[in-house]
DNA sequence: CGTGGAGTGTTCAATATTGAACACTGCATG
DNA sequence: CATGCAGTGTTCAATATTGAACACTCCACG
């Protein structure tokens, strides 16, 4: 879990749907095609999950399920406060070359306020102008280094420029409530024919057994 | 080194520098400002090595200098088909949310011959198309999605479309012979203030260790 | 000359990641 | 009612990664 991505997508997706199982967790991931950017496979969901566990960020539950034994996780405070923290690093903290904690971070924006979605995206923009600014105003020894090392300099530098309109955008968008963001006046809501039914049972039985112990 | 740009990296910068020892692999590599990129540090490049001669990508020579014993590397036949292999693969695949082996790759670019260079970067345009076009076409179950994801994805094909058109552009620079790629008319020098001449003694001084064996 | 700080070169224990494999439950099929 | 196959839920040994720490040399400075 060095890739702090990893914490940030497997905390924010056990806040979404807790209390929540290793495979439940999974098998949403996998709908959501993270497996395509982000790296979880089976094991590392399940690792990491303890990890957070132990470090007090999740409860675990083990609950007797019918017959069957489940671990099922909720977030703690403490883990919540982490989720923020981490959210905040991910969408401020610009790094073109790792694009996918950014990337997570918006995936989880449902999570985050909306006044904090704002600012984390304001100060992004800074940060990409100011990284910006400092490629452009870097000594450029030119004929110190190889012309395929310049090439790369403006593939970076037009990534930035993209990243930048789009984070311009993006903020447009929310001002004028076009994200489906909490505190919308027109909030996006789910498709009626709910493909999420099954795991909204099961999500309702974890939490009768929790309270039941 | 699930990361495969570890090992792309590591084994083409050993063959940029060969016979060259950990030590200055790290140096070299900060020197490119990698360790922002790439996640090298110290154990990594140890270890990496480590894999890679006992997959039989490199040898490793525990030579005497001097009085201080050093383990220094040169890479194997099979270690320089295994570098193409990577390389192809590295530049040819298209993830948007993992630039990292393109980056790699295109750092690496000199240690290949330009014709395989111009044919690598065309596959991966082709592949930028075909995502591209994969993208649009997709079952657009619009309203199906919240709005985030949706402008999520039209980050992802301004991105698309950014490296898209750098591509086209090197391809015309390289067919210019303004990448200084070997074999081009004018091909590109370092310059005379040498900054690297300590490593080319230290080269030449493992080169004879090698061979009075 | 000793004391210490910067540079060189490497190792190592703690931790994380990988993905194959396990164990179990339905349940459809011949 | 066996057989096997798809789905559920998790573990585990092998491997990789991390970064702190080690051991050494060189050299400057009081």
New binding site residues.
Partial sequence: ???TE??LLLLGTVMLFEPV????L??ELLSWQVEDWA??????????L??LA?QGNLDRH?LV????????YTSTPQGREEFERLWFAAVETVDLLSPLPFHTGLSLMPLIERDRIVKALRSRLANLDAKVREQLEAPRDLGSMPPHVGAMADLWMGLAQTEREWVANALGRIDRGEMGLAGDSTSWEAPADDPGW?MAN?RERYRRLIRGR
């Fill in positions: 879990m060095a890739a990893t914490r199982n290793g495979y439940q999974r098998r790296h979880v496979n089976p094991g590392s969901i399940y690792s990491g303890a990890t132990r083990d399920d019918g017959t069957r034994e489940v671990a099922v099954q099961d």
